[in-house]
């Protein structure tokens, strides 16, 4: 036993007595609360960036705070359900089986963080074309564990690092692209009375964008614009 299994021990010790000390319903909502917080900031973030932009300028902490806003206020919403559990399952005295359930599962979260290391350890060793060498006893029961995970989710998705970092970075980029559209739209609107309608399809044209963004303070210009494309709607549509 060297120094790697003390720490695979350590880890696995301390995550079973966390959970037995928090309990079953803390360490579980704990957990979803993170996971909540992640897709209801990937849904929100658009909507939020959307707000922001009506009175912050800076793309970087729009983006930022469109982020950090929904998934902080997710997680406050958790913690207060689960002090409400909590003092819910003390009272009715299901406590000390609550503790035992947690004990359970902070074993099994210890020994899933030790397979997630091993796992990421691996994917960037085998990036590089290394092998990953230990003369540890428990790394390979670990191994064995996090190479039929890493096959068994690549038969659905490409779990290589490049491909993980690339559906993050594009995430990021829809997120932005999207809360900058609706600033967009609603600045289209607003400056020069437009409908909806009208305004998706100045949107998709990027260089007649940029020339009205740039009249923001000619209100005389942007009056004449205006004029310009109510005449071009109502030559469409054959108006008198």
């Known amino acids: 036993m060297n120094w790697i299994d003390i720490l695979i021990i350590a880890v696995i010790v301390v995550s079973l007595g966390a959970g037995?000390?928090?309990g079953f319903i803390h360490e579980t909502l704990s957990l979803l609360a993170w996971v909540a917080a992640f897709v209801i900031a990937r849904l929100f973030a658009p909507d939020v960036a959307h707000w922001l932009g009506q009175s912050i300028e800076s793309q970087s902490l729009i983006l930022?705070?469109?982020w950090i806003i929904p998934f902080l206020l997710t997680l406050i919403a958790f913690n207060l359900l689960k002090m409400l559990l909590i003092s819910l399952i003390t009272v009715v005295g299901l406590r000390p089986i609550d503790r035992l359930l947690g004990a359970v599962f902070g074993a099994l979260k210890g020994a899933l963080l030790v397979t997630a290391g091993v796992l990421i350890i691996q994917l960037v060793l085998s990036r590089s074309g290394?092998?990953?060498k230990t003369e540890s006893k428990l790394v390979p029961h670990f191994q064995v564990i996090a190479l039929w995970m890493l096959e068994t989710l690549d038969k659905e998705t490409d779990l290589s690092l490049d491909n993980v970092v690339g559906r993050f970075g594009r995430m990021i980029d829809s997120t932005v692209e999207k809360g900058i559209e609706k600033l967009d739209l609603q600045y289209l609107q607003d400056q020069l009375g437009l409908t909806l309608g009208q305004a998706k399809a100045l949107v998709n044209d990027d260089k007649k964008l940029a020339e009205i963004k740039a009249l923001i303070n000619d209100p005389k210009a942007l009056?004449?614009?205006k004029k310009s494309i109510?005449?071009?709607?109502?030559?469409?549509?054959?108006?008198?």
Request: glycine letters at 0%; charged letters at 25%; one cysteine or more.
């Open 230 to 240: 109510a005449q071009t709607d109502c030559n469409k549509s054959d108006c008198s």
């Open 64 to 66: 930022l705070l469109s």
């Open 20 to 22: 037995a000390w928090r």
């Open 130 to 132: 290394e092998a990953f």
């Open 223 to 225: 009056s004449e614009l």
